[in-house]
């Protein structure tokens, strides 16, 4: 699978945006797709995914309330919306797909497929 993500940007503290990744049309049902993030010198970190099978999602704690994982197999694509914006958002997003357990969803040896990253830039 082949995925291309969109939608980052430069917004302030309290604002919200929405990503975007756009998979290969034919495969896009076959993987949990999932969003991570990453920041100059540190690992990337799991943000949101959402499974293949019956649309369950899971967040890291850090996100709960504020990120909504969504998908939209008609358009093999997935979503980030992200409201209440923070500083410490800031990151590359990093979108990806696996077709491995769900169980392992937070890691990302279990990705198949990566995104190119859009930057997202939240200023106090």
């Known amino acids: 699978v082949q995925l291309q993500a969109s939608g980052g940007g430069l917004v302030q503290a309290g604002g919200s945006l929405r990503l975007s990744c756009s998979a290969s049309r034919r495969t896009f049902n076959l993987y949990t797709m999932a969003w991570f993030r990453q920041t100059p010198g540190k690992e990337r970190e799991f943000v949101a995914a959402i499974s293949r099978s019956d649309g369950s999602s899971d967040y890291a704690d850090s996100v709960k309330g504020r990120f909504t994982i969504l998908r939209d197999s008609a358009k093999s694509t997935v979503y980030l919306k992200i409201d209440s914006l923070k500083p410490e958002d800031t990151a590359v997003y990093y979108c990806?797909?696996?077709?491995?357990?769900?169980?392992?969803?937070?890691?990302?040896?279990?990705?198949?497929?990566w995104g190119q990253g859009t930057q997202v830039t939240v200023s106090s």
């Open positions: 990806a797909a696996s077709a491995g357990a769900w169980s392992a969803r937070g890691r990302t040896s279990n990705y198949d497929a």
